[in-house]
């Protein structure tokens, strides 16, 4: 198991800025890909974006239309989701979340979550 802890949410306005940043306290991220979903109240959680082991994006949602940049620094064993040009409809809880074998959208995929940092963007 890898515990993972999200941090950066806030309020900001539309068209503003956040970075969101996943971490984990265990020795090493080294291996795991590293997803970002989202939970809007009354929807379904849906996948964000996800980065490999080795570093690559393996996709961004459609609506987020190059907004959101995924990265990760396995020396600080942190994962980052810049989010730029904010919109009301980006509000919800965002969650990063771990897998071993290979990045997916399919949240069931994933074996450890974090508790989710709030983001709202007013409108």
């Known amino acids: 198991q890898i515990q993972l802890v999200e941090s950066g949410g806030g309020l900001v306005q539309s068209g503003g800025s956040l970075r969101l940043s996943c971490a984990t306290s265990?020795?090493?991220?080294?291996?795991?890909?590293i997803g970002w979903f989202r939970q809007a109240p009354g929807k379904e959680r849906e996948g964000v974006s996800c980065?490999?082991?080795?570093?690559?994006?393996?996709y961004y949602l459609d609506s987020i239309n190059g907004r959101f940049t995924i990265s990760r620094d396995n020396a600080k064993k942190t994962v980052f989701l810049q989010m730029n040009s904010l919109k009301h409809e980006d509000t919800a809880v965002y969650y990063c979340a771990a897998t071993y074998y290979r990045c997916s959208d399919y949240r069931y995929e994933y074996s450890d979550w974090g508790q989710g940092t709030q983001v709202t963007v007013s409108s």
């Open positions: 265990r020795s090493t991220l080294d291996g795991w890909n």
């Open positions: 980065i490999s082991s080795t570093g690559e994006a393996s």
